[in-house]
């Protein structure tokens, strides 16, 4: 399949480019806790260079202390730190790639334990879900801020990057003086977009006369911010021929701010392309460049966007997380071997506790220790579970050289993650395992599917390893009359739902037990769901929560929180909640969503002591996710 117009040269000012795909600002949690760029980071970036990106976007980089937006955010607030930066700027030119850095300051939406003082914002509106109120800037203080914006682009410019990115987006601080939604001010920095807009146009102005005419500046914009009284598409393009007025090369438009968490990092449940419409309607305001962004995950799309000239160049952001190579498969027409991001925000999720992690790539923040090479020698491996471990093991181990044999006991690989993906709008779930199932049958491996695996096996063959990743099963609780229930597992479930009957109820409103409702309620049933904590699905990552409830709303499920389960039986379930004990039957079928699971571990004892090399990854080793089954089974691979 010909790509057209991705592959064609681009210029953003003095800035000229190989091809259209761009690398977003995106958040990581390398940088060190001063702010000083790391050896993760600059290896992380390095790879997605060597990939053939467009242009690297570095993730937000702080102005100041005080406009730090989480303790290990990259800082350009003195010279120490742009020496650093330098040294990152240098490696991404020595694998050829271009690199841009974005400057900001958080403004509003941080906390003051980050910033060591109190958060600063156009107006004293109180942040939600932050819920601090935040200074009003002074007009003094604004112009010591732009002063500060101006020495970051400067520190940019001597670090020999190839352009600077001002953050104007997302909520932060140059974004909450251009939103009515945050601006509330009477003075010359409020009221009107003209109004508005002036901190961000001096901005834009002192950082143009200090890099001078020749250095490319790019402007983030939120189109949208997708919040009652905030920015709309209509003010997005006023504000946009305002910036192109006072000298700015580019604009790269995004969407929301934190109140929009929702929709801030769209997952699954959301179309592909979502924001490309708002980068559109921009480009027809402005003869400058424009760049869109929001879930696009596939070149083949991000084409098509090129050739509808509905912007010039487009930003992949987790996409490169999940394949730091998309630009240069895509470029050759290798399309099915792009690792496909699965949007499920991991990387947010990971990001918000410790650093990004992907679910489908744990090379990421790994580049330097996932490293692998052939084996000295060539071994008899053996992988016994075909789930997305089992299979990034075998694909690992029969790239470095191994002889690699998959026993799955079922008729379909894939494991549980192809159960994951029947409910709706994860069907994005079956790209992963179809491409590891198409990698690891490129490269050799040799798959038995539909017999159980016994350590018997063992006396007609002798592997030299053997990988156990044959997952973990669902555990029922000892509650009275469970038995008598006929209660089902979601795996029941998912893998047979022909005996479901018309009246449902889900017991467990985690993750899980809200996607298991979507499903049944998809299909018609009418569902109950039972749920002991204060909300459902309080496991995922806002985004996904958000969507399920919004879901679950609109199709009319029932839902019962903080209600604890005090017995089970044939068609109802005795419940304890605010309003006490009480009853609730009439019940076709009763689905136990609990999240309590055993591994399947039983292979790996009946093992131990008849195998020189033994490993066991993934949730036969202990429950867990996705990310870390397939960061463990390239791991193992690794070391095989």
């Avoid at 350009?76 to 700027?89: C, M, P, Q, Y």
């Avoid at 204060?534 to 919004?550: C, G, R, V």
Wanted: contains cysteine; negative net charge.
């Amino acid at each position: 399949m010909a790509l057209k117009s991705l592959f064609s040269p681009f210029s953003i000012g003095n800035l000229k480019l190989e091809n259209r795909i761009v690398m977003p600002p995106m958040a990581t949690n390398y940088a060190t806790s001063e702010g000083f760029v790391s050896d993760r980071q600059i290896a992380y970036y390095v790879e997605r260079a060597r990939g053939g990106v467009g242009y690297i976007t570095v993730e937000h980089t702080a102005i100041h202390e005080h406009g730090k937006a989480s303790p290990k955010m990259l800082m350009i607030s003195t010279d120490e730190h742009a020496a650093k930066i330098e040294n990152l700027v240098e490696a991404v030119h020595t694998e050829g790639g271009k690199i841009v850095v974005q400057i900001n300051h958080a403004g509003r939406q941080t906390f003051s334990k980050v910033t060591g003082a109190p958060i600063v914002g156009p107006s004293a509106v109180p942040v939600s879900p932050v819920m601090e109120t935040p200074h009003e800037l002074s007009t003094g203080e604004i112009e010591d801020l732009v002063k500060m914006y101006m020495q970051a682009a400067e520190r940019v410019k001597k670090a020999g990057a190839d352009g600077v990115e001002i953050h104007m987006a997302h909520g932060y601080l140059l974004c909450s003086f251009l939103s009515p939604f945050s601006n509330k001010r009477k003075d010359d920095y409020g009221g009107d977009i003209t109004g508005r807009a002036r901190f961000p146009l001096e901005v834009l102005r002192s950082v143009r006369q200090n890099v001078g005419p020749d250095f490319p500046i790019i402007c983030r914009l939120s189109g949208d911010e997708y919040v009652e009284e905030g920015l709309n598409v209509n003010d997005t393009r006023q504000i946009a021929r305002l910036l192109e007025k006072e000298g700015a090369d580019a604009l790269h438009i995004s969407a929301c701010n934190a109140a929009s968490v929702f929709l801030n990092h769209p997952p699954y449940y959301v179309a592909e392309g979502v924001f490309v419409h708002l980068a559109e309607a921009v480009k027809e305001e402005v003869d400058i460049p424009v760049i869109t962004v929001g879930r696009i995950r596939n070149p083949v799309m991000a084409d098509q966007i090129i050739q509808d000239q509905k912007a010039d160049l487009v930003s992949m952001g987790r996409a490169l997380i999940a394949d730091p190579r998309l630009p240069e498969k895509a470029r050759q027409g290798q399309f099915d071997d792009i690792i496909p991001c699965i949007s499920c925000n991991k990387c947010i999720q990971t990001l918000r506790v410790d650093a990004v992690r992907c679910s489908v790539n744990p090379e990421t923040g790994n580049e330097t220790q996932m490293r692998y090479s052939k084996a000295d020698r060539s071994k008899k491996v053996w992988v016994i579970g075909g789930g997305p471990g089992g299979l990034k093991a075998a694909e690992i181990a029969a790239l470095r050289g191994h002889q690699v044999k998959i026993f799955e006991r079922k008729n379909q690989l894939g494991g549980r993650v192809r159960l994951g993906a029947n409910p709706p709008k994860k069907e994005v779930l079956n790209e992963f395992i179809d491409y590891l199932v198409k990698r690891v049958k490129t490269h050799g491996v040799t798959i038995e599917m539909g017999k159980a695996f016994t350590a018997d096996m063992l006396d007609s063959a002798s592997p030299d390893a053997v990988v156990v990743a044959t997952g973990a099963s669902p555990q029922f609780p000892d509650w009275q009359g469970i038995e008598e229930s006929g209660a089902l597992s979601v795996d029941d479930v998912l893998s047979d739902g022909t005996n479901i009957g018309d009246k449902v109820l889900v017991v467990g409103g985690g993750g899980t037990g809200a996607e298991i409702a979507d499903y049944l309620s998809e299909a018609g049933k009418t569902v109950t769901l039972v749920e002991m904590l204060e909300d459902i699905a309080s496991d995922l990552i806002i985004h996904l929560q958000h969507y399920l409830k919004q879901r679950l709303g609109e199709k009319g499920v029932t839902i019962h929180t903080s209600a604890q389960v005090k017995a089970l039986g044939k068609g109802f379930v005795m419940i304890e909640d605010a309003s006490g004990i009480r009853k609730l039957d009439d019940f076709d079928s009763i689905i136990l969503a609990l999240g309590s699971e055993r591994p399947n571990d039983a292979v790996y004892k009946n093992l131990e002591g008849k195998v020189s090399e033994l490993h066991v990854i993934g949730d036969a080793r202990q429950p867990r996710e996705i990310v870390d089954a397939v960061y463990e089974g390239e791991k193992i691979a690794i070391k095989l």
